[in-house]
């Protein structure tokens, strides 16, 4: 059964913790970063993992910023996965031991993951792929493969069920000189499930995924690592006991655990230890009506893609966010009740953290209140799109490397 996405934790109360003491200086809406809260989030992950934090190939598209990326490494997660060549660059550039690459990756793209890798060759970078033209376009550039398996998601992979393609491409990755480094399967179609629900489906998806280990193992071909789980199935897999005691390494890739929204909140109910530790901070900019107010902060701030309402109100049940606009947030309230004022503060805590990160160009990070840092969300966008080939460069993919911008 799918959950509804109503329930938006309304129920999150308001922590002192999360007050800007400072706020009269800030132009609104701001990112605003809770570093002991973070901490205490990858605490509690690794914690979850048997305190091995080398189980956790943190998927980068959330944390964003150099600054969290460091603070990943200092609680030894070294292994990371992501999705565009900046989140690569950033994650090579702030202290990753390994790097998964975890989305299809062609032309001009590709060639630019292989200048990445030549900056950086103390870095384990891999790419995905999925037929063997994908994997021939890899050859003499040392880059690692994992074949990227589609567990029902449909929207990228080879589908679990065609076990002898999955053995075929794994034997082209060896033919082509190139190291198989294992399997990716993500399983991000359950995140609406109930959580009963959710579990079942995962763990019947899983007993298909280790049917494909097992034809690849009797293949002559051994499986290093099976990576699974994003947020919302994490607490599945490792549930899940049929990973345990394999002979390959089995690894978790959530990543918006780091910050945690108001989605998981209502996925987790708080039996995970986890909580908030970004919010937008906004200002009531208008009241056009009677039991509405407006702040600053419309889609171009919290991110509406997981639908409307895009946020909670912390600390205020009795507002409703409605339809934003790019700048504006208009809010519901009870008539009879007085409402924020213009100019008042308010914390949102987005529906979907991971896209509304991206929404900033910088991040306050603030301790105990008050305003530590400003830090630039360096992983957000992507990289300038032009870059042309350097004279006489003839290795693998062209190397085209030089920016022209």
């Known amino acids: 059964m799918m959950t509804t996405h109503k329930m938006m934790v309304s129920e999150f109360a308001w922590d002192e913790c999360y007050r800007v003491t400072n706020v009269a200086d800030v132009l609104?809406?701001?990112?605003?970063v809770y570093p002991e809260i973070i901490a205490a989030n990858l605490a509690r992950t690794v914690q979850l993992l048997g305190g091995d934090a080398d189980r956790w190939r943190v998927h980068t598209k959330t944390a964003k910023l150099g600054y969290t990326l460091r603070m990943l490494v200092e609680h030894g997660v070294r292994n990371f996965k992501c999705a565009t060549t900046l989140e690569l660059l950033e994650g090579c550039r702030n202290g990753a031991a390994d790097v998964l690459l975890a989305y299809p990756t062609v032309g001009a793209n590709a060639r630019r993951v292989c200048e990445i890798a030549e900056e950086f060759p103390e870095v384990r970078i891999s790419v995905l792929a999925e037929n063997e033209e994908q994997v021939r376009q890899w050859r003499g550039s040392g880059i690692g493969i994992f074949l990227d398996i589609n567990p029902g998601m449909n929207r990228t992979g080879v589908e679990q069920s065609r076990g002898e393609e999955i053995l075929r491409l794994a034997r082209a990755i060896g033919d082509a000189g190139l190291e198989f480094r294992g399997l990716h399967y993500y399983d991000?179609?359950?995140?609406?499930?109930?959580?009963?629900?959710?579990i079942t489906a995962t763990h019947a998806g899983y007993d298909q995924l280790l049917e494909v280990v097992n034809a690849i193992e009797h293949g002559g071909r051994q499986v290093p690592e099976v990576i699974t789980a994003g947020t919302p199935t994490f607490p599945c897999a490792l549930a899940y006991t049929g990973f345990r005691?394999?002979?390959f390494v089995h690894r978790i890739s959530p990543g918006t655990i780091v910050y945690c929204d108001a989605t998981s909140e209502a996925q987790f109910r708080g039996d995970f230890g986890f909580a908030p530790a970004v919010l937008v901070l906004t200002r009531v900019v208008s009241r056009p009506h009677q039991g509405i107010v407006t702040c600053d902060a419309g889609h171009k701030a919290v991110s509406a893609d997981a639908g409307v309402p895009t946020c909670v109100v912390v600390g205020h049940p009795e507002l409703t966010p409605l339809g934003p606009s790019e700048e504006h947030l208009p809010m519901s309230f009870e008539v009879a009740l007085a409402g924020?004022?213009?100019?008042e503060t308010l914390y949102l805590l987005p529906r979907h953290v991971c896209p509304t990160v991206n929404n900033f160009d910088c991040a306050l990070v603030v301790r105990k209140g008050e305003i530590e840092s400003v830090e630039k969300v360096s992983a957000r966008g992507r990289e300038a799109p032009l870059w042309q080939a350097p004279a006489g460069a003839t290795t693998a993919l062209s190397k085209t490397v030089a920016r022209k911008v």
């Open 245 to 247: 005691g394999r002979g």
């Open 28 to 32: 609104t809406p701001a990112l605003v």
């Open 188 to 198: 991000g179609q359950y995140g609406g499930f109930e959580e009963g629900a959710r």
């Open 340 to 343: 924020p004022r213009v100019g």
